[in-house]
């Protein structure tokens, strides 16, 4: 594997970032039909000038912030994604510029579907020969999900609007499975890199507690597992996200401490960063959803973060309901998904709903072997 050139990296940052700028600012206008274009554009006519900051990036893409501030202070922000054909880490691994054209097309689509649960992308244009810029609304809420888990308080709420927004992605009908096609060589090139790390973990110098309880499970199970994984690479059942990590749900900040409160009053939900997806496995979403905060759970035993959770006999309850209901439901139909994927994401929320019981923890810390 060829080792990033950083000096170059650094180099083109700037360059980049130039680039970017400029050519948002011409497309900026008080003619333009969308407000938040024709609001900045307003300013820029004014003496104002378009801020960019790097948010992400440098390995396949750059994300940034691009804001301008009006005559009172205001401040007007935009979302923007500059991508490239490979990735630094990957060089010799291409990855193709149309994902950033079908990220725009996919948002469109998902914005119609679910409006709310995705920000509104504004336009998708080549950047000289070989970069997609790709800009769309500031979203309404930009805290990353993955942070309750890890702080070990999550908003119970998201779960049904999660729920709501990928079933009916996966529901959707007349779609074209071979969405995002180009992609599939890049996801087959991922599966070595994966393939080494599990190995890995059973080389006798690997004695950390995965290592150790991979070398339990066996070399010949965790290879079953990877192949099992292997074989649904190119299996095409729904329309999926692809990449549905907690770091790519974003949701309200948390208020001042002052108000005692642990969320944003709205609850929204904003799912970002679809240029993964493609024709997939219906469990695909929702399982990479969940990775994240079982992992967390099992780090919060490990710390011994418990005490008994306020609203776990409520949430208990609710999540016996959710189940009942799942039981009565054969079809798979758009009622269906929701009712089985607010069962998981729920039951996987439910164990993080406040804080740990003690008996959660320990049963856990039991499974964990500490």
């Known amino acids: 594997m060829a080792e990033p050139n950083w000096e170059q990296v650094s180099k083109d940052k700037e360059e980049k970032k130039q680039s970017v700028t400029s050519y948002i600012a011409s497309k900026c206008s008080i003619d333009s039909v969308v407000d938040d274009l024709k609001t900045i554009g307003a300013c820029l006519s004014n003496g104002a000038k378009l801020e960019i900051d790097i948010l992400t990036g440098g390995l396949a893409n750059y994300t940034y912030k691009i804001s301008c501030k009006d005559p009172s202070g205001t401040e007007h922000k935009l979302f923007a994604k500059l991508s490239f054909p490979f990735a630094q880490l990957f060089p010799d691994k291409p990855c193709p510029l149309s994902r950033t054209q079908n990220e725009y097309e996919m948002m469109k689509t998902f914005h119609e579907l679910s409006p709310g649960l995705v920000a509104t992308p504004y336009f998708c244009d080549d950047i000289g020969d070989d970069m997609k810029l790709l800009v769309t609304q500031w979203s309404p809420v930009d805290e990353q999900f993955a942070n309750q888990f890890i702080d070990g308080s999550v908003d119970i709420r998201t779960a049904t609007k999660i729920a709501q927004g990928i079933s009916n992605l996966h529901c959707s009908t007349d779609v074209d499975l071979t969405f995002n096609e180009n992609m599939r060589p890049w996801f087959h090139s991922l599966t070595p890199i994966l393939k080494d790390i599990l190995n890995g973990l059973h080389q006798p110098e690997n004695q950390d507690r995965v290592g150790a309880r991979a070398k339990e499970v066996g070399e010949k199970n965790t290879a079953d597992m990877f192949d099992a994984y292997v074989s649904t690479v190119d299996v095409a059942e729904v329309l999926i996200h692809g990449d549905l990590h907690c ?74 309901r959710l189940c009942a209901r799942l039981a009565r439901l054969r079809s798979r139909s758009r009622e269906s998904s929701v009712i089985r994927y607010n069962t998981q994401l729920f039951t996987c929320w439910h164990t993080m709903d406040s804080t740990f019981t003690w008996n959660s923890c320990q049963s856990m810390r039991a499974m964990l072997k500490i």
């Open 247 to 320: 770091f790519n749900v974003l949701v309200g900040a948390k208020p001042s401490i002052e108000t005692l409160e642990n969320f944003d009053a709205s609850g929204s939900v904003v799912l970002c960063d679809w240029e993964m997806a493609h024709g997939g496995t219906a469990g695909h979403d929702i399982g990479t959803l969940r990775s994240f905060p079982i992992s967390s759970a099992f780090a919060h035993a490990v710390m011994q973060h418990w005490t008994a959770s306020p609203g776990s006999t409520h949430s208990g309850r609710r999540m016996r």
